[in-house]
T-cell receptor
Framework: DTGVSQDPRHKITKRGQNVTFRCDPISEHNRLYWYRQTLGQGPEFLTYFQNEAQLEKSRLLSDRFSAERPKGSFSTLEIQRTEQGDSAMYLC????????????FGSGTRLTVV | AQTVTQSQPEMSVQEAETVTLSCTYDTSESNYYLFWYKQPPSRQMILVIRQEAYKQQNATENRFSVNFQKAAKSFSLKISDSQLGDTAMYFCAFMKLNTGTASKLTFGTGTRLQVTL
């Protein structure tokens, strides 16, 4: 069990560029979550996968955002045409079926849009 | 919708002392879970302690314990014998008991705890 891995740790991009983040969950966890955390705030839910199926998306996830989890393993989160308001920490978390025990979070990807 | 409120943006405690972090929440649900997460400067969110709403007994994990008051919708975290390594942001979080769909966490805005010598 190597935990939840996220790559890259930091990303600086120019406004209007596309960016993609990767999350590798704990291998036996079938549930995967993406959250966004802005400065001074707690994380906010973005989207949820059970295996390869994306079962829920937040209103925060605009059309410029897309997430995938092919084959129910790693997941990617892509942001197209980035805006300064997208600057945040993007956290990935995974859990087994019994989510009442809480998630395991990754260290996050900090995105800065300049 | 659920809301979680942490009214203490920052707190400080001396090493070996005890500190209590406050959390209140609002929900119409009767079955849910509550969590405290710790986010050290290294950023990874770590689960500290969890509480099932249907259990009256307060959860404890070594130096960490909670005071869960369901009627008052209050869920405070007590850290005993504070250590320098406890320095971090602490987030209170709520999870609705929900089968078949995402078990989303709703977080408060956090309390920054500084443990000093």
């Amino acid at each position: 069990d190597t935990g939840v891995s996220q790559d890259p740790r930091h990303k600086i991009t120019k406004r209007g560029q596309n960016v993609t983040f990767r999350c590798d969950p704990i291998s036996e966890h079938n549930r995967l979550y993406w959250y966004r955390q802005t400065l001074g705030q707690g994380p906010e839910f973005l989207t949820y996968f059970q295996n390869e199926a994306q079962l829920e998306k937040s209103r925060l996830l605009s059309d410029r955002f897309s997430a995938e989890r092919p084959k129910g393993s790693f997941s990617t989160l892509e942001i197209q045409r980035t805006e300064q308001g997208d600057s945040a920490m993007y956290l990935c978390a995974s859990s087994p079926g019994q989510t009442s025990k809480g998630y395991t979070f990754g260290s996050g990807t900090r995105l800065t849009v300049v | 919708a659920q809301t979680v409120t942490q009214s203490q943006p920052e707190m400080s405690v001396q090493e070996a002392e005890t500190v209590t972090l406050s959390c209140t929440y609002d929900t119409s649900e009767s079955n849910y879970y509550l969590f405290w997460y710790k986010q050290p400067p290294s950023r990874q969110m770590i689960l500290v302690i969890r509480q099932e709403a249907y259990k009256q007994q307060n959860a404890t994990e070594n130096r960490f314990s909670v005071n869960f008051q369901k009627a008052a919708k209050s869920f405070s975290l007590k850290i005993s014998d504070s250590q320098l390594g406890d320095t971090a942001m602490y987030f209170c979080a709520f999870m609705k008991l929900n089968t078949g769909t995402a078990s989303k966490l709703t977080f408060g805005t956090g309390t920054r705890l500084q443990v000093t010598l």
